[in-house]
């Protein structure tokens, strides 16, 4: 069975930084998708940022303030957030997939979420 654990949620001032943390029970190199998700209550869980095959892409309001990174010796995925809006409050979900994912119902393995709220 393979776990995804997130961490590094939390409280942040509009134009602060957080950096998320997902660890893997599995190598990373076993999924070909590994990524970000985000939902708020009452939409739709909707990608933040993906990894494909070593290529990184992230959704268009983000582009410029977030980056996503892996650490396979750690077997960790990452998020770093900068420029922080309150538009960016949602609970955060890494994800992870065998194949190509776009859309959140393509993943095959999901963490719990980890909240993350940005509000003076």
């Known amino acids: 069975q393979v776990e995804l654990v997130e961490s590094g949620g939390g409280l942040a001032q509009p134009g602060g930084s957080l950096t998320l943390s997902c660890a893997a029970s599995e190598s990373l190199a076993s999924f070909k998708t590994i990524g970000w998700y985000r939902q708020v209550p009452g939409n739709q869980r909707v990608s933040v940022a993906r990894?494909?095959?070593?290529?990184?892409s992230y959704t268009d309001s983000v582009k410029g303030r977030f980056t996503i990174s892996r650490d396979n010796a750690k077997n960790t995925l990452y998020l770093q957030m900068n420029s922080l809006k309150p538009e960016d409050t949602a609970v955060y979900y890494c994800?992870?997939?065998?194949?190509?994912?776009?859309?959140?119902?393509?993943?095959?393995?999901w963490g719990q979420g980890t909240q993350v709220t940005v509000s003076s």
């Open positions: 990894i494909f095959r070593g290529s990184p």
């Open positions: 994800a992870a997939g065998v194949r190509y994912v776009y859309q959140a119902h393509e993943a095959d393995y």
